[in-house]
């Protein structure tokens, strides 16, 4: 999670491209689901040959350091069903 100067906040979601920030590492990842997310802020993008999905996130999305490579969201804002994808998913074992 960044604050915008180089450091860590506990209040934003980041799944980015990092580009030189830091010690220069780029995707922070891919193939990633953020579900149902409940942060300060967030900023979701999907590298240029995979994906990543945002959920159901609540809070403000904030521009990502490079621009461009969307994320894959659907219900931004609005939390999805179930509650929780963890629980779900060990439910239907």
Same mark, same amino acid.
């Given at each position: 999670?960044?604050?915008?100067? #180089? #450091?860590? *906040?506990?209040? %934003?979601?980041?799944l980015i491209d990092r580009n030189n920030e830091?010690?220069?590492?780029?995707?922070?990842?891919?193939?990633?689901?953020?579900?149902?997310?409940? !942060?300060?802020?967030?900023?979701?993008? *999907? @590298? @240029?040959?995979?994906?990543?999905?945002?959920? #159901?996130?609540?809070?403000?999305?904030?521009? =990502?350091?490079? =621009?461009?490579? @969307?994320?894959? !969201?659907?219900s931004a804002g609005t939390p999805v069903a179930?509650? *929780?994808l963890y629980a779900e998913q060990l439910a %239907?074992?």
């Open positions: 999670m960044r604050d915008g100067s #180089g #450091g860590t *906040s506990p209040t %934003e979601l980041s830091g010690s220069g590492q780029g995707w922070a990842g891919s193939a990633q689901v953020a579900w149902n997310t409940d !942060t300060g802020t967030y900023a979701f993008q *999907s @590298p @240029p040959t995979s994906y990543n999905w945002d959920f #159901g996130a609540l809070g403000k999305a904030s521009a =990502p350091l490079v =621009p461009g490579f @969307p994320a894959v !969201t659907v179930p509650v *929780s %239907e074992r």
